[in-house]
T-cell receptor
């Protein structure tokens, strides 16, 4: 069975500081991994995805994530936080079912706060 | 290109009632998935529709049902509403089953 663990339900950084949001996964097959962002009262927006090509994945808004198989991790980073980055971030793994369907399995989320 | 849209935006129902939520998939997408996101939690997979057939289901009771139409839009129906059904319901579409899922803005359901 596949699962995702996000370490830290709340992360607070200063504007301009490094953002690091942690995600560890469990998967019996090579995983597809995703980071989504959710702004208040909105749906989920895709930030980036890993699909077994390059291990360092660049996404939108200056975010990137590195797939590390040995550590079963897919941490999200951004060199310099902006106030507009304040949101909820979800890591997800794509899990294929026996019937051939494809569901996303999400972590519990990390709320990022950015203060001046 | 229009993204995934959902209606209504908000909905208030009472226990025991039935509700229908609607989703229009992104143009060219034949797969629709539905998720339930309770307050403070990550989304949970309800089911997936591919070319008008349900092809996968999560751990939700049968009172959660759905439909997908020939234009690939979809409905989520919930019967006999319970207080715990209060959540944000998210619809996601993808070009094919294995492709990236793109989410709509969600429908906030409150059950009183």
């Amino acid at each position: 069975a596949q699962s995702v663990t996000q370490l830290g339900s709340h992360v607070s950084v200063s504007e301009g500081a490094l953002v690091l949001l942690r995600c560890n996964y469990s998967s019996s097959v090579p995983p597809y991994l995703f980071w989504y962002v959710q702004y208040p009262n909105q749906g989920l927006q895709l930030l980036l995805k890993y699909t077994s090509a390059a291990t360092l994945v660049k996404g939108i808004n200056g975010f990137e994530a590195e797939f590390k198989k040995s550590e079963t991790s897919f941490h999200l980073t951004k060199p310099s936080a902006h106030m507009s980055d304040a949101a909820e971030y979800f890591c997800a793994v794509s899990g294929a079912g026996a019937d051939g369907y494809n569901k996303l399995i999400f972590g519990a989320g990390t709320r990022l706060a950015v203060h001046p | 290109e229009t993204g995934v849209t959902q209606s209504p935006t908000h909905l208030i129902k009472t226990r025991g009632q039935q509700v229908t939520l609607r989703c229009s998939s992104q143009s060219g997408h034949n797969t629709v998935s539905w998720y339930q996101q309770a307050l403070g939690q990550g989304p949970q997979f309800i089911f997936q529709y591919y070319r008008e057939e349900e092809n996968g289901r999560g751990n939700f009771p049968p009172r959660f049902s759905g439909l997908q139409f020939p234009n690939y839009s979809s409905e989520l129906n919930v019967n006999a509403l319970e207080l715990d059904d209060s959540a944000l319901y998210l619809c996601a579409s993808s070009p094919e089953i294995t492709d990236t899922q793109y989410f709509g803005p969600g429908t906030r359901l409150t059950v009183l």
